[in-house]
């Protein structure tokens, strides 16, 4: 064993890349905080590997999409746990990577040296971004479709470009088939590559410039330091264990969502963003008319400017937070902004779903009447399996939330009134009370566990 | 220039070849990205929502039509609905498209309103934006009458 790790060393200088990466020297002050930064990279790697395995049974076409992630759910051994680590990944690091950022904004460990590293670190938080929103598109479910077209419209909105934009991002004016593709390769191949590049950049300046330690400089006598090797990385290791363990326990408890599949068709469906964009799905909401630009891409657009460059604005070498109230002022504002705006979509949304709720009561006594109706009057000769399989007529899944109650009613009334061209017969002889019985047994249509 | 030496030339020659073969690779790799943004947008297509003389004075209908269409490289039948009003200036149909950032406007009949479930824009029954983000009225169809039937300009 010695002598074949003699025989690498001499060919490959595994000793000069220990020393660089495992044996550097770390402050006396280091502490638990200093494991934000490799929390992130631990995440990253989870969902590259996690990523690899998704995309062995993924196709990323409009008609494939949706079924293959649902194969994925329903079929795929740990199909679940898999899909649900990587959402839940995704979510650790939305939160994760911006607590490191903070972290290192109030210790001032962005000033000189570490202008390039703390630069590369906000292209790691943007590209963490760019990677959940294009992400979203890739299951073709209502969530991600409709996310996707309230974000892509918003880059339309740029002046004179913008409906270039709007079209070299979805591949044309509207989502389809294109935007798919473009999505896919973008968040698989693209944006990895770059993670890759600016990830490796990252960790080789840390390792040049050594840790920025505490802010008081007479903490940070590396005579009195220990090697990051094994100390701190062994708090590294306590800290994916545990983030392992809570993706495991998520993916396992509650998984990932996966709405009904992408329909433009559908009104009452409330498209809203995960939760960490909803900040800004909020912050859209008070910028009215030919003001929006200034929500949708303004604001962030300073706020991103004002992170590559604070290195640049805040040139003063004293490193100390209470001797910085300006920085200090600004980071919590952000934060206080971040939370605040995400409470108050919260809690608007609230309020839509209790009005909504309020109309879509479901009541499984009527359901169960439904379903005697639905065979009486000869339904399941057109919607074949009670209604859960195409036939002459569509599957009913999902219609009962796609369209409101009164729609419903008019469509049994006169079906080509609402839909032009359907060959549905007219149900018109129905009372109101058993059409309102036949929309809720409709509502408790599920796919069919197997199949 | 006369003093140019071999290291020189040499420098000269691989910068120079080297930004012309990036150059070569840019041109068709560009235009392969920005391919649907360059291409002309197609005519659009006459769809037929139905008799015209169905339609609720005064009262936007909601009526769904699908048709065939070229999505990329798939041709797809899509599903879309407009809204439909009688009034006495003659029909008009209104795209659901919110104006805003393009969520899917529903009618409530109880208030009279087009309510955008995303942001909260709020439209009346011309579509003339009440309050809410919307910096435009809702898009309305290009229509027309053949023998009965109203007819829609669909992109």
């Known amino acids: 064993m010695k002598k074949l790790y003699r025989f690498l060393d001499e060919r490959l200088g595994l000793e000069a890349f220990a020393n660089f990466w495992l044996r550097k020297l770390l402050p006396p002050s280091t502490n638990w905080l200093f494991t934000l930064g490799g929390a992130a990279f631990f995440l990253f790697v989870v969902q590259i590997v996690t990523g690899i395995f998704l995309a062995l049974y993924y196709a990323p076409t409009p008609n494939g999409a949706y079924a293959s992630v649902t194969y994925i759910q329903e079929k795929v051994l740990f199909g679940k746990i898999i899909r649900g680590i990587h959402n839940w990944a995704a979510s650790f690091l939305m939160v994760i990577v911006p607590l490191h950022l903070l972290r290192v904004f109030f210790?001032?460990?962005?000033?000189?040296?570490?202008?390039?590293?703390?630069?590369?670190?906000?292209?790691?938080?943007?590209?963490t971004a760019a990677f959940a929103f294009t992400g979203y598109?890739?299951?073709?479910d209502q969530k991600g479709y409709w996310a996707t077209v309230v974000g892509t419209n918003m880059m339309g909105l740029v002046p004179l470009v913008g409906e270039y934009i709007?079209?070299?991002?979805?591949?044309?004016m509207e989502l389809g088939a294109l935007a798919l593709t473009r999505f896919y390769a973008v968040h698989v191949l693209i944006l990895p590559a770059l993670l890759i590049f600016f990830l490796?950049?990252?960790?080789?300046?840390?390792?040049?410039?050594?840790?920025?330690?505490?802010?008081?400089?007479?903490k940070n006598d590396l005579s009195r330091g220990f090697p990051f090797y094994p100390k701190q990385a062994a708090r590294d290791l306590v800290v994916a264990f545990l983030l392992v363990s809570a993706l495991l326990l998520l993916a396992w408890r509650i998984g990932a969502p996966l709405d009904d599949m992408a329909d433009p068709t559908d009104e009452t469906y409330i498209p809203r963003p995960d939760?960490?964009?909803?900040?800004?799905?909020?912050m859209l909401k008070y910028f009215p008319g030919r003001w929006?630009?200034?929500?949708?891409?303004?604001?962030?657009?300073?706020?991103?400017?004002?992170?590559?460059?604070?290195?640049?604005?805040?040139?003063?070498?004293?490193k100390a937070p209470y001797r910085r109230p300006l920085?200090?002022?600004?980071?919590?504002?952000?934060?206080?902004?971040?939370?605040?705006?995400?409470?108050?979509?919260?809690?608007?949304?609230?309020?839509?779903?209790?009005?909504?709720?309020?109309?879509?009561?479901?009541?499984?006594?009527?359901?169960?009447?439904?379903?005697r109706l639905f065979v009486e009057n000869g339904c399941d000769g057109c919607h074949l399996e009670g209604g859960r399989k195409a036939g002459t007529g569509p599957s009913l899944i999902g219609a009962g939330r796609r369209h409101p109650q009164a729609w419903m009613i008019q469509h049994f009334k006169d079906p080509q009134s609402m839909s032009p061209g359907s060959k549905m017969p007219r149900f018109d002889y129905l009372r109101e009370?058993?059409?309102?019985?036949?929309?809720?047994?409709?509502?408790?249509?599920?796919?069919?566990?197997?199949? | 220039m006369e003093n140019i030496g071999r290291r020189d030339f040499f420098g000269f020659v691989a910068k120079g070849l080297g930004g012309l073969v990036t150059a070569l690779l840019i041109i068709p790799l560009g235009g392969f990205v920005l391919s649907p943004a360059l291409r002309r947008e197609t005519e659009g297509n006459w769809i037929s929502l139905g008799d015209a003389d169905k339609f609720a004075v005064e009262r936007p209908t909601r009526v769904e039509y699908s048709y065939e269409k070229q999505d990329g490289w798939m041709r797809t039948k899509v599903s879309r609905y407009a809204f439909v009003v009688q009034r006495p200036e003659g029909l008009t149909a209104f795209s659901p498209v919110c104006t805003h950032l393009g969520c899917s406007v529903g009618w409530n009949e109880e208030k009279k309103q087009f309510n955008c479930p995303c942001h909260g824009g709020v439209y009346d029954a011309t579509g003339k934006v009440l309050s809410g983000p919307p910096p435009k009225p809702l898009t309305q169809f290009e229509t027309k009458l053949e023998e009965g039937r109203l007819f829609i300009r669909v992109a």
Not at chain 1, 107 to 127: D, Q
Request: proline share 5%; net charge positive.
């Open chain 1, 107 to 127: 210790w001032g460990a962005y000033k000189k040296p570490r202008e390039l590293t703390w630069i590369m670190g906000v292209l790691l938080f943007l590209l």
């Open chain 1, 137 to 140: 598109l890739l299951p073709w």
């Open chain 1, 166 to 172: 709007l079209k070299i991002v979805r591949g044309g």
């Open chain 1, 200 to 218: 490796g950049l990252h960790l080789f300046l840390i390792s040049k410039h050594g840790s920025a330690g505490s802010w008081d400089e007479n």
């Open chain 1, 275 to 282: 939760w960490y964009f909803l900040f800004l799905f909020q």
């Open chain 1, 292 to 318: 929006e630009i200034v929500g949708a891409l303004v604001l962030p657009g300073l706020f991103v400017a004002f992170l590559l460059l604070l290195p640049f604005i805040d040139q003063k070498p004293r």
């Open chain 1, 327 to 371: 920085a200090l002022l600004f980071g919590g504002g952000a934060v206080f902004g971040f939370v605040l705006l995400t409470l108050l979509a919260l809690k608007d949304d609230l309020k839509i779903r209790a009005t909504q709720a309020e109309a879509v009561r479901f009541d499984p006594t009527w359901a169960a009447e439904g379903e």
């Open chain 1, 433 to 451: 009370d058993e059409m309102i019985k036949l929309i809720h047994y409709i509502k408790s249509l599920k796919r069919l566990p197997s199949n």
